[in-house]
Nanobody
């Protein structure tokens, strides 16, 4: 079984910065994708950014140039550096890890609240 625990959320002013962390534990395939998703109030969950074990990144257009995803694969930890935060970034942020072997393995953290005030 796999567990993911997010941390680093909180309240920040517009234009500010925040760094999220997610530590994964358990039996995780070395070849995997880790990422961040978010769910604003009243909206669907959406992709923020992903990073493969090979270092390939993917970002939502809305966060390009402002957010940076990184990982420490030895620690099974993924980070999200968020700069230039906007009110629209307010959401619950969820950590994810997934890989394919015979079938799709997909795991989620419980989420951390990020609130951007004006």
């Amino acid at each position: 079984q796999v567990h993911l625990v997010e941390s680093g959320g909180g309240l920040v002013q517009a234009g500010g910065s925040l760094r999220l962390s997610c530590a994964a534990s358990g039996s995780i395939n070395k070849v995997n994708t880790m990422g961040w998703y978010r769910q604003p109030p009243g909206k669907q969950r959406e992709l923020v950014a992903t990073i493969t074990s090979g270092g390939i990144t993917n970002y939502a257009d809305s966060v390009k140039g402002r957010f940076t995803i990184s990982r420490d694969s030895a620690k099974n930890t993924v980070y999200l550096q968020m700069n230039g935060l906007k009110a629209e970034d307010t959401a619950v942020y969820y950590c994810n890890v997934n890989w394919y072997f015979i079938y799709m393995h997909n795991y989620w953290g419980q989420g951390t609240q990020v609130t951007v005030s004006s």
